[in-house]
Every structure is written in structure tokens, then in C-alpha cells.
């Protein structure tokens, strides 16, 4: 019996799993995941409260006041902008800023805010879909010499992997050449050299 003929035991489900992560790890990284986990734990940290029934012996304690409409309204609105962040991520913005705004209102109006706590969440999400941007990498297979030749001629310099950026001063670069080029020959320049 050869050593390819066997099949370790799990070892199709262990393919599967590793495969399942590596999808998973490539649709989160294409979208604000972390902002939206903190949105939703921070949605369901203040939708709790408000109706949760604690007991202690014969004595049952409840939160249960007018803040439970808003708690509940804040808390919905709060799911659906989590959800968006995973969904729609070019919503993230538009999302992040009613996140934010929505967390701090609850301070005041759903139980001071879950204790804190929901708030407390609610404006770490939000702050991550704000300043979360969608990574411009452009392959495993790009060639960076194509990069590097584009960068020469419209004033990008290549960076890491082969992807071009911007120059910080690609104007004065530009006038640079376009006044070498204009400029007639044995032309003595301002700074003392020759053209």
C-alpha cells in the first residue's frame, strides 16, 4: 500500500476548514468587519438593558422605563449600520457618522447609554468605519516594472509591491523638466548653472 493511497482521517475536513478561512480572511479584509462587529456588540449592549428582568429571590429588579422605545429605536438603527459595514462597505462613511452620532445620543436616552459600555462601543466601531479605507493593492502578479515606468513619466514613485503613489511634489517636478525643455542652450539659469 503506497503513502498516497492513504487518507489520514479529517484530513478532508481540515482542507475545508483551512479553505473556509481563507475566504472569510480575503471578504474581511475588503470591508470594514471590525467596525461592525463593535457596532453590533454596541447595538445589542443597548437593546439589552431596557428589557432584561434580573431576579433575585421573590425580588425581580427592571430597567424598564421611556428610554425602551429609544433604546430600541437606537438599537435598530445601530444593527442596520453594522450590517451595512459588512454589506454596503462604500456606505461606511455615511454609516460611521450616524454610528457616531447615535452612540452619543444614547448616553442620554437608552439607560446612559448601557453604562457606558454600549456607548463606549458604538464610538469605537464608528470611528474604525470612518477612518477605514479600502486597501488598493493590485495583485500578487503585478509587475512593478510597469510601475516604475508609469512613475517615471507622471510624477508617481513606485512604493511597496509594486504599487504606485503619488510624488509629494509632482508640479514641481513637472516644471522642472517643462523649463529644461524651453529653455535654450547655453542659457545661464537664475541659480547659476547652465541649461
Excluded at 429571590?57 to 437606537?74: F, K, P, Y
Excluded at 510601475?147 to 513606485?158: H, L, R, V, Y
Excluded at 503619488?166 to 545661464?188: C, F, I, L, T
Amino acid at each position: 500500500m503506497s503513502k498516497t493511497s492513504k487518507v489520514r482521517p479529517g484530513g478532508n475536513n481540515r482542507q475545508r476548514l483551512a479553505r473556509a478561512r481563507v475566504v472569510f480572511r480575503d471578504w474581511r479584509r475588503t470591508r470594514p468587519f471590525w467596525a461592525g462587529l463593535f457596532t453590533l456588540v454596541a447595538a445589542l449592549l443597548l437593546l439589552y438593558p431596557p428589557y432584561a428582568s434580573l431576579k433575585f429571590g421573590d425580588v425581580e429588579v427592571s430597567l424598564r422605563t421611556t428610554a425602551g422605545i429609544t433604546a430600541l429605536v437606537i438599537g435598530m438603527v445601530l444593527i442596520a449600520c453594522g450590517i451595512s459595514f459588512w454589506m454596503r462597505p462604500e456606505l461606511r462613511l455615511p454609516a460611521g457618522i450616524v454610528t457616531l452620532v447615535l452612540s452619543v445620543v444614547a448616553i442620554v436616552t437608552a439607560n446612559l447609554g448601557s453604562f457606558l459600555i454600549g456607548t463606549t462601543m458604538g464610538l469605537i466601531g464608528a470611528a474604525l468605519a470612518i477612518a477605514w479605507s479600502p486597501s488598493r493593492r493590485s495583485g500578487k502578479h503585478g509587475s512593478a516594472d510597469s510601475a516604475g515606468g508609469a512613475g517615471e513619466s507622471s510624477g508617481t514613485t513606485p512604493a511597496r509591491g509594486g504599487v504606485s503613489k503619488p510624488s509629494p511634489v509632482p508640479r514641481e517636478r513637472a516644471g522642472k523638466e517643462r523649463d529644461e525643455a524651453a529653455s535654450p542652450a547655453g542659457a545661464v539659469r537664475i541659480d547659476g548653472g547652465e541649461a
